[in-house]
C-alpha cells in the first residue's frame, strides 16, 4: 500500500520566519500535487509537479519534487498570517495510478 | 471562477436511514469524484466517475454506496443505509481531464455528514 508521511503534522511560527514542510513517500510518483485547505471549505490546488527534480514557484512558495519523485517540499519565505492552513499532498502512483492524500501538515502563522 | 457547490452542508441522520449527498460539478469538466474526510483524519477517495460510469473505486465505496449523474449538471452520492462509521466530510471534485494524468481536482466545500 502506498503511503504519503506529511510532516511536521503541526507547525506554528511567527509571520516573517520561513519554514518547510515535506511529503514523503517510499514509492514513486508519476505526479504529485499540493492542496490548502482551510476550515469548512474544500481543499484549493496549488500546484502540480511532475518530473524528476522540478521546482515550481508560486509567489512566496517553492515546491520541489524529489529527483526520484518520491517526496517533495513547500518551502514557505516570510510567511504570513494569511498562509495559515492545512497544506495537503496527494501523489498519483507511478504503478497503478491510484490518488492518495497524505494526512496534512497544519500550519498556523502567529501575527 | 466557475466552482463546485455542494448541498446540503451538514446533514444529520439517523443509523440506518438513506442519504444522497448533491454535487453541482464545473460545467465543462468531464471527470467527477467523490471523496471522505474523517474528522482528523486524510482525505480519502472513494469513487471517481467518468463518461456515465464509474472509472475506479476504493475498497470504502462498498454496496452500501452509489453515484449518478441524472441530468447534465448534478453528481450524486447515495449512502443507503448509514452506518456510525459513515460520519464524515463528504467533497465532490471534478476536474477538466482525468485526474490521474494530473489534471487538478477542483473541491467543493463539503457535506458534513453526521450519523446518530
Known amino acids: 500500500t502506498q503511503l504519503l508521511e506529511q510532516s511536521p503534522q503541526f507547525l506554528s511560527i511567527q509571520e516573517g520566519e520561513n519554514l518547510t514542510v515535506y511529503c514523503n513517500s517510499s514509492?514513486?510518483?508519476?505526479?504529485l500535487q499540493w492542496y490548502r485547505q482551510e476550515p469548512g471549505e474544500g481543499p484549493v490546488l496549488l500546484v502540480t509537479v511532475v518530473t524528476g527534480g522540478e521546482v515550481k514557484k508560486l509567489k512566496r512558495l517553492t515546491f520541489q519534487f524529489g529527483d526520484a519523485r518520491k517526496d517533495s517540499s513547500l518551502h514557505i519565505t516570510a510567511a504570513q498570517t494569511g498562509d495559515t492552513g492545512l497544506y495537503l499532498c496527494a501523489g498519483v502512483g507511478n504503478r497503478d495510478d491510484k490518488i492518495i492524500f497524505g494526512k496534512g501538515t497544519r500550519l498556523h502563522i502567529l501575527p | 471562477e466557475p466552482e463546485v457547490t455542494q448541498t446540503p452542508s451538514h446533514q444529520v441522520t439517523q443509523m440506518g436511514q438513506e442519504v444522497i449527498l448533491r454535487c453541482v460539478p464545473i460545467?465543462?469538466?468531464?471527470?467527477f469524484y467523490w471523496y471522505r474526510q474523517i474528522l482528523g483524519q486524510k482525505v480519502e477517495f472513494l469513487v471517481s466517475?467518468?463518461?456515465?460510469?464509474?472509472?475506479?473505486k476504493s475498497e470504502i465505496f462498498d454496496d452500501q454506496f452509489s453515484v449518478e449523474r441524472p441530468d447534465g449538471s448534478n453528481f450524486t452520492l447515495k449512502i443507503r443505509s448509514t452506518k456510525l462509521e459513515d460520519s464524515a466530510m463528504y467533497f465532490c471534485?471534478?476536474?477538466?481531464?482525468?485526474?490521474?494524468?494530473?489534471?487538478?481536482?477542483?473541491f467543493g466545500n463539503g457535506t458534513r455528514l453526521t450519523v446518530t
Open positions: 514509492s514513486v510518483f508519476s505526479s
Open positions: 471534485a471534478s476536474s477538466e481531464e482525468d485526474n490521474r494524468q494530473g489534471s487538478p481536482l477542483h
Open positions: 460545467s465543462n469538466h468531464l471527470y
Open positions: 466517475f467518468y463518461n456515465n460510469e464509474i472509472s475506479e
